[in-house]
């Protein structure tokens, strides 16, 4: 059994109780500390003249990990991760100890916020990454978050289906920018791989479109890049009727007048112009979303319905179809009660 230290002994008790220290500060001039608890104090002077053996802030952490990871992700994916960011920092910021229990009741908070399952998702695994990034580089040695799970009862944002009036005024429809919106029904294809295609990686021979990169816009600007997972590439089926609609040609279908890949304004300025002339106010994503209720509706297997759709996840694909299934549920409940009224 070690040895008990006698910290009591090891410093000058004062009239008024408290124990008193010294140690000399970085310019080597004499410092004096006080505490009730001789422990206390020989634990405070040892940080003093040692700082690096202090705990880190979760401020230093976070920006330790911000430095560090922001190279390797996505503009889009850190534009998303910036306000959870500053509002983790904002609440933690200055302690050198963040708890389990905390970073619950954190994220309960949240919840009575009314923030949505997949930003509360968010913040847990931002806070999760600056853990596991501090503990690698030896400034923790445990995770509190790794024993925290998402408060129940979280609210669960799904994207609409296109109303059947929407699906029937893009299929009709020959107003601009109409070949877009038709390839994303067509296709499935996600805005970004959509106005990344060329008229190249339409193969007419073998009855597939060619999916390898995505447009992703820092600011106003467009990038190529390649797809976020390896199931995003991928050869979805060229549809007859899609094949039928794209002209021959080359370079990219979708572009400016000088062949180069359109902006984000440009982009929105043709979208709501198109919404505008069909009179539906539709996104790019519940199209591919309408594409699926296609596949849905043909019988397709969730297991080929992921590889079309380029989902990382057959998770992914069954939440989709059970959305479709309880979507046209309601649909046709309404129906029923209309016609026997």
């Not at 600011?219 to 089926?237: E, L, Y």
Request: contains cysteine; hydrophobic residues 35%; charged residues 30%.
């Amino acid at each position: 059994m070690p040895k008990k230290i006698d910290y009591a002994s090891m410093f000058v008790r004062r009239k008024s109780g408290l124990y008193m220290g010294r140690y000399r500060d970085a310019q080597g001039k004499r410092r004096y500390v006080y505490d009730r608890d001789p422990e206390a104090l020989y634990h405070k002077i040892e940080l003093l003249e040692n700082p690096d053996l202090a705990p880190p802030k979760f401020r230093d952490m976070a920006e330790a990990w911000q430095a560090e990871h922001w190279d390797r992700i996505s503009y889009k994916t850190a534009e998303a991760y910036t306000a959870p960011l500053r509002r983790l920092v904002d609440h933690f910021g200055d302690q050198e100890t963040v708890t389990a229990q905390e970073i619950n009741a954190f994220l309960v908070d949240l919840g009575k916020k009314k923030y949505s399952r997949r930003s509360v998702q968010m913040h847990r695994d931002i806070l999760n990454m600056i853990f596991n990034h501090a503990i690698v580089n030896g400034k923790l040695t445990v995770n509190p978050c790794a024993a925290v799970s998402l408060p129940y009862s979280l609210t669960t944002t799904t994207r609409e289906l296109p109303d059947d009036d929407a699906i029937e005024a893009v299929k009709s429809s020959s107003a601009p920018f109409s070949l877009f919106a038709k390839l994303c029904l067509y296709s499935g294809l996600r805005r970004g791989e959509a106005l990344a295609l060329r008229y190249e990686d339409v193969d007419r021979e073998h009855k597939c479109i060619h999916v390898t990169k995505a447009v992703e816009f820092v600011g106003n600007n467009p990038h190529i890049k390649p797809p976020k997972t390896k199931a995003g590439k991928r050869d979805p089926i060229l549809l007859d009727v899609l094949a039928d609609l794209i002209p021959e040609g080359t370079g990219y279908i979708f572009c400016r007048d000088d062949g180069g890949l359109l902006t984000k304004m440009q982009y929105r300025d043709r979208w709501e112009a198109y919404c505008k002339a069909i009179g539906h106010d539709i996104t790019a994503h519940q199209l591919r979303h309408g594409f699926a209720t296609i596949l849905y509706e043909a019988g397709i297997e969730d297991k080929d319905a992921q590889e079309l759709l380029g989902h990382s996840s057959i998770t992914v694909t069954r939440d989709v179809y059970t959305h479709i299934r309880q979507s046209r549920r309601e649909q046709t409940a309404k129906k029923l009660n209309a016609f026997i009224k």
